[in-house]
């Protein structure tokens, strides 16, 4: 017991017992980039802009009342317009400024974000999206566009397999990674950023559901998978980068929709 009540402890709002420590930015150290830099070598892919004519269903209330965890997809492939809606939905971002206080570079995006870090990146296991070869993407949010990682024409069940064999996971026609870049907002927060950052990918993860349920996706959020396979998966370090949630998305059967 005293041991969960130690772990406990990064959950709480202890600013007054933190309030000696100087974080990097206060220390003057240099911001971390805005987003994880990628290879020029690699295949880059524009994205369409989100489209609101995709839109079925735009009460907000009817919305939320129709959102639920949807585990049953069926084999129609997304379009791109569709992930691109998604995409922008969950990361778009809106504005890149200084704020007035300081000379911190942030992002606005359609998602709130504690001081606005967003220390996310978003990592896509593409099994069937019109147009894009089976594989591991990274969505590049500043320009809004997709890079390819690695082509895999076996991607679905190796994600599947990476989410303690969570079967239903890779049969999505797209799985969302989110990665935590975690010193994007330890440069600022120190401590204190690891309870926001938590909090913060919740955010991403109801747009997500807002989002596809508003174009007639379904989506489930996932916070049980090996952490060491599905980092190896998107080649990220485990360290300074790690998978944080996930959520496959894919098109529903309107029988099938119960679950
Ligand atoms: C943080 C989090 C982690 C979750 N992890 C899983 C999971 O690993 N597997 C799963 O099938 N559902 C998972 N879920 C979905 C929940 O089981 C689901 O939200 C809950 O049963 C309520 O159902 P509803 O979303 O349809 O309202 C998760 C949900 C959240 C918010």
Redo the contacts with the bound molecule.
């Keep these: 017991m005293e041991k969960l009540n130690q772990l406990r402890e990064f959950m709480k709002a202890n600013f007054v017992e933190w309030e000696d420590i100087e974080s990097d930015q206060e220390k003057k150290l240099p911001q971390p980039p805005v987003e994880k830099p990628y290879d020029n070598n690699l295949e880059v892919i524009d994205l369409p802009e989100a489209k609101e004519d995709l839109v079925i269903k735009s009460s907000i209330l009817d919305i939320i009342n129709s ?5 049953k997809y069926n084999d129609e492939e997304l379009t791109l317009d569709e992930l691109s809606f998604l995409l922008w939905s969950t990361q778009g971002v809106k504005k890149v400024t200084t704020n007035d206080a300081s000379t911190a570079i942030r992002t606005v995006r359609t998602v709130p974000s504690a001081g606005a870090r967003h220390p996310f990146e978003t990592y896509l296991i593409i099994n069937r999206v019109k147009g894009l070869k089976k594989g591991i993407y990274r969505y590049l949010a500043l320009s809004h566009k997709l890079v390819l990682i690695l082509e895999d024409d076996n991607i679905g069940e190796k994600v599947s397999e990476a ?2 064999k ?1 079967v ?2 890779g049969s999505g026609a797209v799985t969302f990674i989110w990665s935590c870049t975690p010193y994007r907002a330890e440069w600022r927060y120190h401590i204190s950023a690891h309870k926001d950052m938590l909090l913060d990918a ?1 955010h991403l ?1 109801e747009n997500l ?1 807002i989002a596809c349920e508003a174009i007639g996706l379904g989506t ?6 090996n952490q060491e396979e599905i980092d190896k998966l998107i080649m990220v370090d485990g360290k300074d980068e790690f998978a944080v ?2 959520a496959p998305v894919g098109k529903y059967d309107l029988m099938n929709s119960v ?1």
């Excluded at 959102?67 to 585990?71: F, G, L, N, V």
């Excluded at 489930?220 to 998978?225: D, Q």
């Design positions: 959102r639920k965890s949807r585990r989410s303690l969570q239903f996971v919740g993860c559901y489930c959020a996932i916070g049980a998978y949630y996930l679950e």
